[in-house]
């Protein structure tokens, strides 16, 4: 799987908009882009996941730059909820293990 | 319902003790994962099932031992651990592990947090 760089940590104001960025460079073809985060001692929960179209839920909406070697997630309106470690895996979907790097601890703050 | 349930939520257990970790999810997934995360680090794979039989082992430790008796139910299986071992152990399901779309989009449990003493 292709590896992926995420700053340590990010700061946002509660309310805003808060942007996540995600270098992966080497990503392949049939690589999907795959966010999860992580809240203090909790299981990891899934966010959304995309392969090169934006992609947009109830939680999150993901974009996905044209070469495909970044992308952002963006939270439209940040919680103190929100409060997390944020991970960015790009993997194959199927038989391709699912590898957690370091993340970027998020910090929304009132 | 995405719940993946794990028991119990926390464990205490000696070095020579016996134990096991449980987990269900009734989603109907037929993939079943146990990762174990250290405290600051991120999660690491430690097994992986697929259709009740084991797909991927990471080379794990004998010391660990997981066993699907069913396609709700993942148990690990734990003897003579030693201290290093204490982490947080989580369980994930997914539909299977069809490339694409939701079919292995994972979800995790609320983990087991182990203390070997």
């Known amino acids: 799987d292709a590896k992926t760089t995420q700053p340590p940590s990010m700061d946002c104001a509660e309310g805003r908009a808060a942007n996540l960025p995600c270098n992966h460079s080497?990503?392949?073809?049939?690589?999907?882009v795959y966010w999860y985060r992580q809240i203090h001692s909790q299981g990891p929960q899934y966010i959304i996941h995309g392969l090169k179209n934006n992609e947009t839920n109830e939680m999150a909406s993901l974009i996905i730059t044209e070469d495909r070697k970044s992308s952002t997630l963006i939270l439209p309106h940040a919680t103190l909820r929100d409060t997390a470690v944020y991970y960015c895996?790009?993997?194959?979907?199927?038989?391709?293990?699912?590898?957690f790097g370091k993340g970027t601890m998020l910090l929304v703050s009132p | 319902d995405t719940e993946v349930t794990q028991t119990p939520k926390h464990l205490v257990m000696g070095m020579t003790n016996k134990k096991s970790l449980k987990c269900e999810q009734h989603m109907g997934h037929r993939a079943m994962y146990w990762y174990k995360q250290k405290a600051k680090k991120p999660p690491e794979l430690m097994f992986v099932?697929?259709?009740?039989?084991?797909?991927i082992n990471e080379s794990v430790p004998s010391r660990f031992s997981p066993e699907c008796p069913n396609s709700s139910l993942l148990n690990l299986h734990l003897h003579a651990l030693q201290p290093e071992d204490s982490a947080l152990y989580l369980c994930?399901?997914?539909?299977?592990?069809?490339?694409?779309?939701?079919?292995?989009?994972?979800?995790f449990g609320p983990g087991t947090r182990l203390t070997v003493l």
């Open positions: 895996i790009v993997r194959v979907s199927g038989y391709s293990t699912l590898t």
């Open positions: 080497t990503i392949s073809g049939n690589e999907y």
């Open positions: 099932y697929s259709y009740e039989k084991l797909s």
């Open positions: 994930a399901s997914s539909q299977d592990l069809t490339p694409g779309g939701l079919g292995d989009t994972q979800y």
